[in-house]
């Protein structure tokens, strides 16, 4: 380079942590290519997203290929090479082919003022389907639900609890019952970052925004919820106020609310920013999960029933679904954040107020939006009829909501009492089969948006698909063995179950049959999330 005369300042970096031996082959294809610069003339690649947002400025040789510039800008972006796909900006929608050589797009009239010719290319993110298992044998496994295969393994060394996932960025977030949280990068198999609970207490629920670097998680017996700033790895916020272990949290991230449920029964809605709980509601003798979309204001809790007498303790058998209606709550959420919003007493958590707009990982480009609009949802919208049995109805809904002041007071008024405040608020009870007395907990996978939700006995053989809007069952399935987690996309009409033989299937929502079946886990599957 110096013989050349050349005075050209370029680096070329590649992470060593988790790296793969095709990382280490790109590396070395790109970093020949850059010492032929002396040979051989070069081009400078503009690549951006559909927004006009600069991803990658890469120099290459021009008898470079498509393929090779993928690779370059997976390793400066983070962009799997294999959910590229790139277009000539301006030039029409042909997709470039991996054997497309970069000279063919040079220009005509190359311009001599400059040392090298420029060429723009726009980058469409194409996410591919996949899914995340983990056991209780500490593995988790990355499954291409496309190509039918496992793309990677990785030992976790702890029984997994749970999981949280990016997938746009490929970063998982598990639970372990270690009482540790772990970072990982699932293209690379790393552990970026571990967070351990205090008195390493086994971790039970957790929910992230890598965009804004937080998560927040629920263990076994401190009764606290814990909100993390990903980016240090400090433990910003403990939120007080369950009287028993938090079992499930669901939150939005963008709105810094957060939905949580446990032992005590009792669901909690809290304030983020400033710390603090805007309402308690006695929902079920205890919670096992909770869903929350705060776009469209609903929310829905799956737990043991809550009778009359029975004061809200945590122990009763079956399980019962509920939906509520957030809107229903406005009146009093908003009576109960004033006071609390304006307690000098309370201070606001400095960390989390500027998270969202000072942490967005700018590495990561935004895909094309590929969600259906939410639009009510009647049982002839599916597509395929529905088995008319209807177990659910609707139950007068009133803007009365507990404010976390006269929580307490509430709950203590007994059964009766907390199971009339429920109710005041809940839009629609499901009594799946699992209701009955002697019956296991059952766990819930739902889309709020869409109104649909899919829920199964723990250690049962079935689960069933709800419409929510009319309470109707719409289909049950039959599984191969003991049920334990469910995951769901109902934007292609699919579902993931496994449990107690280690074995995944992906679930037709449409049709009721099983379309794929992934062998692998040694043990009971604990957790799942789909992309």
């Known amino acids: ?54 991803i990658a400025q890469l120099r290459l040789p021009k008898s470079a290929r498509i393929a090779l510039l993928k690779h370059s800008v997976e390793c400066c972006a983070g962009v799997p090479a294999s959910e590229q796909r790139l277009l000539e900006a301006g030039g029409g929608q042909a997709i470039l082919e991996d054997d497309f050589c970069l000279a063919d797009l040079a220009p005509e009239h190359p311009n001599d003022d400059a040392e090298t010719d420029v060429i723009q290319l726009t980058l469409v993110r194409v996410q591919r389907r996949w899914a995340l298992s983990g056991d209780v044998m500490g593995s988790l496994r990355l499954w291409d639900l496309e190509q039918e295969s496992v793309e990677q393994v990785i030992e976790c060394h702890d029984a997994l609890t749970c999981l949280a996932v990016d997938w746009l960025a490929r970063v998982a977030l598990c639970g372990t019952t270690g009482g540790a949280l772990k970072l990982w990068d699932l293209s690379r198999g790393a552990c970026l970052r571990e967070f351990v609970s205090p008195g390493r207490q086994r971790v039970r629920c957790a929910a992230m925004s890598w965009s804004q670097r937080l998560a927040l998680h629920g263990s076994s017996s401190d009764k606290a919820l814990r909100l993390w700033d990903l980016g240090s790895g400090r433990c910003i916020q403990e939120f007080l106020g369950h009287a028993g272990s938090v079992a499930a949290v669901a939150a939005d991230f963008g709105a810094l609310l957060a939905l949580s449920g446990g032992d005590d029964g009792a669901l909690h809605f809290w304030d983020l920013e400033m710390g603090t709980c805007l309402w308690r509601l006695p929902s079920h003798g205890a919670v096992h999960t909770v869903a929350l979309d705060w776009q469209s204001r609903m929310a829905m809790s799956s737990g043991t029933p809550l009778r009359a007498g029975s004061g809200g303790a945590a122990g009763e058998d079956g399980g019962v679904l509920r939906l509520w209606d957030l809107d229903d709550q406005a009146p009093a959420l908003a009576a109960a954040a004033a006071p609390a919003k304006a307690a000098a007493a309370v201070p606001a958590a400095p960390q989390a107020a500027a998270a969202p707009a000072a942490k967005a ?117 039959r599984l191969g063995g003991p049920l334990h987690c469910l995951a769901l996309n109902w934007t292609f009409r699919t579902a993931l179950a496994a449990g107690g033989t280690g074995l995944v299937q992906l679930l037709d929502l449409e049709s009721g049959a099983t379309i794929l079946e992934f062998p692998g886990h040694c043990d009971t599957v604990t957790c799942l999330a789909m992309s």
């Not at 050209?8 to 280490?24: I, K, N």
């Not at 294809?29 to 070069?42: F, G």
């Not at 951006?48 to 600069?54: C, F, H, N, P, Y």
């Open 361 to 477: 990982a700018a590495s990561v480009p935004a895909a094309p939006a590929t969600a259906v609009a939410a639009a009510p949802i009647t049982s002839t919208s599916y597509g395929f009829a529905p088995q008319a049995r209807k177990v659910g109805s609707p139950v007068a809904a009133a803007s009365s909501v507990v404010p976390v002041a006269g929580a307490a007071a509430s709950a203590s008024q007994g059964g009766a009492g907390g199971a009339a405040a429920a109710a005041k608020v809940c839009v629609r009870e499901l009594l799946p089969s699992t209701s009955a007395p002697g019956a296991p907990p059952c766990c819930l996978a739902a889309d709020l948006a869409h109104r649909v939700a899919l829920s199964g006995a723990v250690g049962g053989g079935s689960a069933q698909l709800w419409d929510l809007d009319g309470g109707v069952r719409l289909r049950d399935f």
């Open 1 to 54: 380079q110096e013989q050349s005369g050349k005075n050209d300042h370029r680096h070329v970096r590649f992470p060593l942590v988790g790296t793969t031996r095709a990382d280490l082959a790109a590396a070395a294809t790109v970093a020949s290519a850059v010492a032929s610069d002396i040979l051989e003339a070069m081009l400078e690649v503009l690549v951006a997203s559909l927004a006009g947002e600069l």
